[in-house]
């Protein structure tokens, strides 16, 4: 089964917290965490993935582009969605979008096993306790793709943003 992802997308939970973030970031000036931001980072980690297995097609244990698609999709579009209870509730928004993530997975059909792998990819974005180094795991890749999704060189409140020197994204890999 694929594309199990677009039933994320109709997810009443899913929805409620989209707006809600929308609603609580309607006068940040640093980065947003909506709909579009949350496919920025599904496309790039994509697009490094099909990179990878155009110069190694037996990279991800062989699995198929569309197998990983709907990983990659389902973990990028809840990464951040824990958003607003980090704001309103002062939950680290990993765990929570972890958390709110561990609901909406079963009923849009994936398996344990394929939810355990998004939770991680979850979990690990922020990257404290993210593994680092191999490029077909696809914690890493959304890890940096999360990075490269910013558009920090031409951002107007560069100068406050708590991300450090290194940390700012200055060019469009992908
Ligand atoms: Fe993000």
């Not at 707006?19 to 599904?42: K, T």
């Not at 993935?49 to 699995?63: I, K, N």
Request: proline share 3%; hydrophobic share 35%.
């Amino acid at each position: 089964m694929t594309e199990r992802y677009h039933r994320i997308l109709r997810d009443p939970l899913f929805s409620s917290e989209l707006a809600r973030i929308q609603q609580l970031e309607g006068d940040r000036i640093y980065c947003g965490h909506d709909i579009c931001h949350l496919l920025d980072v599904a496309r790039i980690t994509y697009i490094s993935v099909l990179e990878r297995l155009l110069s190694d097609p037996a990279a991800f244990c062989g699995r198929k582009p569309e197998e990983l698609k709907d990983l990659i999709y389902a973990a990028a579009l809840l990464h951040d969605i824990g958003r607003g209870r980090e704001y309103e509730e002062g939950i680290s928004h990993d765990r929570a979008s972890a958390a709110i993530a561990e609901e909406i997975l079963p009923r849009c059909e994936y398996s344990p096993e394929e939810s355990d792998q998004i939770l991680r990819m979850i979990r690990s974005h922020r990257g404290q306790d993210a593994p680092s180094g191999d490029q077909t795991d696809l914690a890493i890749l959304l890890k940096e793709a999360d990075r490269l999704s910013r558009l920090c060189f031409t951002c107007s409140a560069a100068d406050t943003c708590k991300w450090d020197r290194h940390k700012k994204n200055q060019t469009i890999i992908r």
